[in-house]
């Protein structure tokens, strides 16, 4: 069973930057999808990046309403899937959730991630 916790998230100001990280507890072997959801009050939960891994190298992908602001990564060394946000906006305003797959995930509709994490609170003001 993998465990996934995130940190990171907190208030800030439009335009600002945050840098969210998400740790498993076990290191991954072979393909994986590491991914970061939002859901916001009365929404659904939403896609908002993901990076697989697999034999062939990484790939990442993001929805298209934080394209060229956040950036999704690995380390390998500490062993999180981490997600740098900048330019934040208040429609950002969200509880940001970090999920993982032991595959590599071609459509990125939460059921198809098997495990998350608790969820983190992200607040931008205007």
């Known amino acids: 069973q993998v465990q996934l916790v995130e940190s990171g998230g907190g208030l800030v100001q439009a335009g600002g930057s945050l840098r969210l990280s998400c740790a498993a507890s076990v290191r991954t072997v072979g393909s994986y999808t590491g991914g970061w959801f939002r859901q916001a009050p009365g929404k659904e939960r939403e896609f908002v990046a993901a990076?697989?891994?697999?034999?062939?190298?990484?790939?990442?992908y993001y929805a298209d309403s934080v394209k060229g602001r956040f950036t999704i990564s690995t380390d390998n060394a500490k062993n999180t899937v981490d997600l740098q946000m900048n330019n934040l906006k208040p429609e950002d305003t969200a509880v940001y959730f970090c999920?993982?797959?032991?595959?590599?995930?071609?459509?990125?509709?939460?059921?198809?991630?098997?495990?998350w994490g608790q969820g983190t609170q992200v607040t931008v003001s205007s």
């Open positions: 999920a993982a797959a032991q595959w590599v995930v071609i459509n990125h509709a939460p059921r198809n991630y098997d495990y």
């Open positions: 990076i697989t891994t697999n034999w062939s190298g990484d790939n990442t």
